[in-house]
């Protein structure tokens, strides 16, 4: 679980400074990878919700 936490950390600082490198510099590259920075940590979170679930789920089994 802390492994999920460190990622989704580490990915929301970098979408934070990705996109104010592109305000600042108003370059497109920077909105460009910070879009696929948001993408990683959408797919981290759906994999900690979904291993949440689980481990939730392994009860009833």
Same mark, same amino acid.
């Given at each position: 679980?802390? &492994?999920f936490r460190l990622a989704? &950390?580490?990915l929301a600082a970098g979408f934070? &400074?990705?996109m104010g490198l592109h305000v600042l510099t108003g370059q497109a590259?920077?909105?460009q990878r910070a879009m696929q920075i948001l993408k990683w940590g $959408? $797919? $981290?979170a759906l994999c900690f919700f979904g291993?949440?679930?689980l481990r939730r789920a392994a009860v009833f089994i």
């Open positions: 679980m802390a &492994l989704f &950390l580490i934070g &400074l990705s590259v920077w909105r $959408v $797919v $981290v291993l949440i679930i």
